[in-house]
């Protein structure tokens, strides 16, 4: 069973930093990572394409999340500076077995647990 396990969240007071984890399974054409804050629907943050290395951000998020990935240990990353209220939400990976849009949610083959990032002003 292909499995993602996702660690690195927390609370930080605005302008703070942290760096999500997501640790796969399995191999992967690209891994994402989405956001559900309370009353929202789930929206899509940044996602990284294993073979061409290319990343793609969320305008909200661009210039201040990382997204990147480490090969030999089938994990992606997501290092989130200067982190705003607004950020608070429940984080998710999710990884895609086949070439397709980024932002696609039905896209994604498996999903995390979700780890909670609260952000306080």
């Known amino acids: 069973q292909a499995q993602l396990e996702e660690s690195g969240g927390g609370s930080v007071q605005a302008g703070g930093s942290l760096r999500l984890s997501c640790a796969a399974s399995?191999?992967?054409?690209?891994m994402g990572w989405f956001r559900q804050a309370p009353g929202m629907e789930r929206e899509a943050v940044a996602a990284?394409?294993?073979?061409?290395?290319?990343?793609y951000y969320d305008y909200s998020v661009r210039g201040r999340f990382t997204i990147s990935q480490d090969n030999t240990r089938n994990t992606v990353y997501l290092q989130m500076n200067s982190l705003k209220p607004e950020d608070t939400a429940m984080y998710y990976c999710a990884s895609s077995s086949k070439a397709a849009l980024w932002y696609l949610q039905s896209e994604y083959n498996y999903w995390g647990q979700g780890t909670q990032v609260t952000v306080s002003s």
């Open positions: 399995h191999n992967y054409h690209h």
């Open positions: 990284v394409y294993r073979g061409a290395n290319y990343t």
